[in-house]
């Protein structure tokens, strides 16, 4: 689906405004400070329904405003239109979808996928673990909406769990936990082992023409737990045992989803430590067009690509292959305060912020 309209009320830096895109997405040029990201923060909004940039509701308020609302209208050539409208006031969210009130924001994902691209994306290679596992969790969740059930599941697991290991606890109801934790944990790392095969095929197969890097990029995952990805409940609940005085100890789980990292490397090698900043830039882009692809072919969704003034610290050939990758593939909408980014981009409406009424 495409963006054909967005309508910002009192949201970050916008009163009230509007705004029409063609099906191509646009430039959105403008000075520094004028608004760009807040533009490009709520078309992200109206398709995840929270803030891509881990802002509270409360921070997306303009200064002093009661309530913000953002309302978009998504099109595509084969669906009939569909109106998303995101509101919040007194700490509460209301998502209606086609003016009817939808309770869980995970409806979303089924209408409109956005992926968002910025300069801080390096930290994706050089930041921290949860940085990481929030960027693929969400990204595994817009690929198999039904992982982020699983996932909370997983989570609410581990926090009855730790609660068992702050007191006394009988052997029942650490073998029950344990069974929980183990196959709720087996079903967690069944999508993230799913997911990560395919972004690996992905690096070495989908961009091998367009970036010749891409080849040399992988994508380890990290378990807390030492086994296999593809380890079954019982293998886990045995390792569970072994580490079951320290956990005691410590009184938590000391394992688990919501401890294990991602890890990209260049030619066998950890990036964080030998990749350049410009090899890292690159190799999180291309991590993110692959990402795009795999979201259009599991769902079908083409997905609406968001540049947040990326080009600026790229090469020209890297920054050309980008619009080659593209070319009108998918809506893509590029933040940039510099012109000089529309000789790259010929033929994209232009979206000029300067000297607007926010
Ligand atoms: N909640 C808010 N209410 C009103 N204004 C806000 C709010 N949050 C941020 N702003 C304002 O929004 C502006 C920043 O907007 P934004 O980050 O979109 O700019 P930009 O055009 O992307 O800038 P740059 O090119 O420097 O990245 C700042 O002037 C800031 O004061």
């Known amino acids: 689906m495409n963006l054909a ?19 191509q997405g646009c430039l959105i040029i403008g000075p520094n400070g004028c608004g760009k990201t807040n533009l490009l923060e709520a078309i992200a909004y109206c398709s995840i329904g ?16 009661q309530f913000f609302r953002v309302q978009s ?10 109106k998303v409208s995101l509101s919040y006031a007194d700490q509460h969210k209301l998502l209606k979808i086609d003016e009817l009130p939808i309770r869980q924001l995970s409806s979303l994902f089924e209408v409109v996928k956005v992926i968002y691209c910025a300069p801080e994306d390096h930290l994706l ?18 690929l198999y909406p039904p992982y982020i059930n699983v996932l909370r599941h997983f989570l609410h697991i581990v926090q009855q769990r730790n609660a068992m290991l702050k007191r ?22 069944n999508y993230r082992n799913r997911y990560l095969k395919q972004v690996n095929t992905a690096f070495q197969e989908t961009f091998k023409d367009i970036f010749p890097a891409s080849t040399a990029i992988s994508l380890a995952y990290i378990p807390s737990l030492k086994l296999p990805l593809e380890s079954s409940p019982e293998e ?3 390792h569970l045992a072994t580490i079951e ?18 890890e990209f490397k260049l030619k066998g090698r950890k990036m964080l430590t030998y990749a350049s900043q410009g090899q890292k830039r690159i190799a999180v882009i291309i991590l993110k ?7 259009e072919k599991v769902t079908g969704i083409k997905p609406i690509m968001l540049f947040d003034d990326i080009f600026a610290e790229l090469d020209t050939f890297h920054s050309q292959q980008i619009r080659n990758c593209i070319n009108n593939r998918y809506q893509v909408f590029i933040a940039s305060p510099k012109e000089d980014l529309c000789n790259i981009w010929q033929g994209y409406q232009i979206q000029k912020l300067e000297g607007m009424d926010k």
């Open 168 to 189: 006394n606890y009988s052997r029942a109801e650490i073998t029950s936990w344990n069974l929980s934790f183990a196959s709720s944990l087996a079903e967690v790392w």
């Open 73 to 82: 209208l998504f099109i595509s050539d084969q669906q009939t239109p569909k």
């Open 289 to 295: 067009l692959i990402q795009a692809r795999l979201i």
């Open 245 to 262: 005085e320290r956990e005691k100890l410590l009184q938590r789980s000391l394992v688990g989803a919501h401890l294990d990292d991602y």
């Open 236 to 238: 886990i609940i045995k």
């Open 5 to 23: 309209k967005i309508e910002l009320e009192n949201f970050r830096s916008y009163r009230q405004n509007e705004f029409d895109f063609n099906p």
């Open 50 to 65: 929270k803030s891509i940039r881990f802002h509270h509701d409360e921070e997306l308020l303009n200064f002093g405003g």
């Open 125 to 142: 290679i050089s930041g921290s673990p949860r940085f990481r596992r929030q960027y693929f969790d969400l990204a595994i969740s817009q």
